[in-house]
């Protein structure tokens, strides 16, 4: 699970290749929000990890922290876009099955109409 808290700061500190007092000041500034345990410490998940690998590439692209926090934010919205763009997709695909199953498949006899100068009287 992405989600689960599973390193102390310093450990996850270690795995990214950064200062823990870096993380400190990315959770400052908004950019990350580890968990907590009841003590207050700080303990982050696969997923804060791979934010902060996120983090970590912008920022050697030359990106200041203020555009770091855009891009992420930007990104976060085009998740959560695509996410409800994915369910919106598949209840359209079922009422487009319910549709089709309220169909009545009879077959209806068709007979073109007769021109009027070739009626017989």
Do not use: C, F, N, W
């Not at 290749?17 to 990350?32: N, S």
């Not at 920022?59 to 855009?70: D, Q």
């Amino acid at each position: 699970m992405p989600d689960r808290p599973l390193y102390m700061i310093s450990v996850a500190a270690e795995l990214v290749g950064m200062h823990p007092q870096t993380l400190r000041i990315y959770e400052a500034k908004g950019l990350l929000r580890p968990a907590r345990t009841p003590g207050g410490t700080r303990i982050y998940s696969e997923a804060d990890l791979e934010r902060l690998r996120e983090i970590q590439r912008l920022t050697e692209l030359g990106l200041s922290l203020a555009g770091v926090e855009h891009v992420l934010r930007l990104e976060d919205e085009l998740r959560k876009l695509q996410g409800r763009l994915a369910r919106l997709e598949r209840e359209s695909r079922e009422e487009i099955r319910q549709v089709h199953r309220s169909y009545r498949r009879e077959v209806v006899l068709y007979r073109p109409p007769q021109h009027p100068a070739r009626r017989k009287q």
